[in-house]
């Protein structure tokens, strides 16, 4: 570390709370020079109280947040870093989690669903079916968004129906719903006390209760889902003092990656993945499967700032599930090594939909497949078409992506946990056909909260102005394999997609007392009558 003379005379510092799907960061960083000075992180449970049930206990992410602040300021301190200069904290957060909360206990009412939880299949096709021709993208004009298991409005929906703690709270007026977000800076800021109940622009964007164009909740949404708009909290914008400042994890990944002009893109490898490209400042509407998305507001008196999203589900998951639901692997560095030893997947593809397809597909019947297995495949051949999915799933975005914009991207600029896998880079450029563009310092998500905390008007310690920001030092990774063979890959993974849908539907046939009869399959039932036809045919022919 610098001597203690430097440290001195480091002037504003500016923090950020990163709480991800998987963990919660407190980080601190240089305003003047946006390196990164301390951190701690600690892993968040989830729990799985049912198959598609994805849930997390909303007392356990406030206490990680508080341990992470407590021990970075202990770091801080042991280099003989001023913490009372920390002028700013910004919020980043996973988007779409649902919770709500009792405004006078301060207490949730139930666990936070997690975005990737599937519960809400049954209640999103009820939806759908109320809509003119049963069309998914019948909001789509308003929210930007699929009525999808994905986005917070139908996770609400199924609280308000399934939990009785939530609807008495709602009808006695003390029930408020929020975002990871609201959730935190509620408490962060006196909670039952006089908490501060907010979101902002990029949070309330992913709810479906949100009008993109007027950046306001919309009476006619929240009436189509039956939630009571008391409930909701105040949508402010991404960079103001209001206690603390907020913006959802993958909108301070596009700040945090200087991604400011109109048709630049970044793609976050982390729980999932998550492909933005701005779009300036007028909503552009997918017609290839992606989602129209708040990118940013920079301030009260500021435009808002649009994206073009592409949602992948199951990314950094996919290691977590080959080590601990296969136990093929101790580590992600074990993946990649395991992956290196073959350097090919030798014709298996790996199609992760653990939670359905999102886009360009938004197909939530697709199930999880390994295909193309031969007697000669093993675990690191699955390890390396495990990596391969991931980068095929970027693909299909961009190409998505392309077709919208008309303007193919000439590269990619990447972040997030996953980045630090050199072989998963190499391989995304490969079946891109593109350079990709990692950054050397890689909490650009956190780094992007900062920024937007550190240029609120009050604060102003940070400056957004491109002749003021730095340049950023990065690792760039060409493609090595011509575009035939990447382009037969493609179109193999392409397949092996149609193969993982239409597994699942949430309405089986039932034989009157809502059991699932061995007759609803028209094949199996085919066999057992024909199979106890034969049998009684060959009793009475059975000579005497």
């Known amino acids: ?137 019948h909001l789509k004009h308003k929210t930007g968004l699929p009525i999808s298991t994905y986005f917070s409005a139908v996770k609400l929906r199924w609280l308000l129906d399934n939990v009785p703690e939530v609807r008495e709270a709602v009808e006695s007026n003390r029930a408020l719903f929020g975002t990871v977000d609201s959730w935190l800076i509620w408490c962060l800021t006196g909670g039952a006390c006089g908490g501060v109940h907010c979101t902002d622009v990029t949070n309330a964007s992913r709810t479906m209760l949100f009008n993109i164009h007027t950046l306001n909740w919309d009476p006619e949404l929240c009436r189509y889902f039956g939630v009571p708009m008391e409930i909701l909290p ?50 552009v509407m997918s017609d290839h499967g992606l989602l129209t998305t708040v990118a940013y507001k920079l301030g009260r008196d500021k435009p808002a700032c649009y994206a073009l999203e592409g949602s992948v589900a199951i990314a950094g998951a996919v290691v977590r599930w080959l080590q601990d639901n296969l136990g093929i692997i101790g580590s992600s560095e074990e993946l990649e090594q395991c992956a290196a030893s073959v350097g090919t997947s030798y014709g298996c593809y790996f199609v992760p939909a653990f939670s359905g397809l ?38 299909e975005i961009l190409d998505a992506m392309n077709q919208d914009s008309g303007i193919p991207l000439s590269q990619l600029q990447v972040d997030g946990g996953m980045t630090s896998n050199r072989l998963l ?40 102005r491109s002749e003021d920001l730095n340049e950023a030092t990065c690792d760039k990774f060409e493609p090595q394999i011509n575009p035939e063979e990447s382009e037969l890959r493609y179109a193999r993974w392409k397949k092996a997609v149609q193969k993982s849908m239409n597994w699942e539907t949430t309405e089986p046939l039932s034989n009157g007392n809502g059991e699932a009869s061995i007759f609803s399959s028209v094949p199996l039932g085919f066999y057992i009558m024909g199979s106890m036809l034969m049998l009684i045919g060959a009793k009475f022919l059975q000579p005497s």
């Open 358 to 395: 999102y886009a360009p597909y938004w197909e939530p019947s697709a199930r999880g497949i390994i295909c193309g297995l031969t007697q000669f495949t093993n675990k690191n051949h699955v390890a390396f078409a495990a990596l391969e999915a991931v980068c095929f799933q970027t693909r």
């Open 425 to 464: 880079m190499q391989l995304q450029a490969d079946i891109l056909c593109i350079p990709v563009v990692k950054p050397s310092m890689p909490e650009t998500t956190a780094l992007g909260a900062a920024m937007a905390a550190g240029a609120a008007e009050g604060v102003s310690v940070w400056s957004l």
């Open 1 to 137: 570390m610098a001597a203690s003379s430097n440290r001195i005379t480091l002037g504003p510092l500016v923090a950020a709370i990163d709480q991800g799907t998987s963990s919660t960061r407190f980080l601190v960083f240089n305003s003047k020079t946006a390196e990164l000075l301390s951190h701690h992180q600690v892993e968040i449970r989830q729990s799985f109280p049912k198959e598609g049930w994805v849930e997390e206990d909303p007392r356990e992410i406030l206490q990680s947040v508080y341990e992470c602040m407590e021990r970075t300021c202990e770091k801080l301190t042991q280099l003989n870093i001023d913490i009372s200069n920390i002028k700013a904290i910004g919020v980043t957060n996973q988007r779409e989690t649902t919770l709500v909360w009792d405004r006078r206990t301060g207490e949730p009412l139930y666990n936070a669903i997690v975005w990737l939880d599937l519960r809400t299949q049954s209640t999103v096709e009820r939806l759908i079916s109320k809509t003119p021709g049963r069309n998914k993208n």
């Open 234 to 283: 105040r949508v402010r914008s991404s960079s103001e003092i209001y206690g603390l400042m907020c913006l959802g994890d993958q909108s301070a990944a596009l700040v945090g990656q200087m991604c400011f002009q109109d048709g630049q893109a970044k793609n976050t490898y982390g729980t999932g993945c998550f492909l933005l490209r701005n779009t300036g400042s007028k909503p």
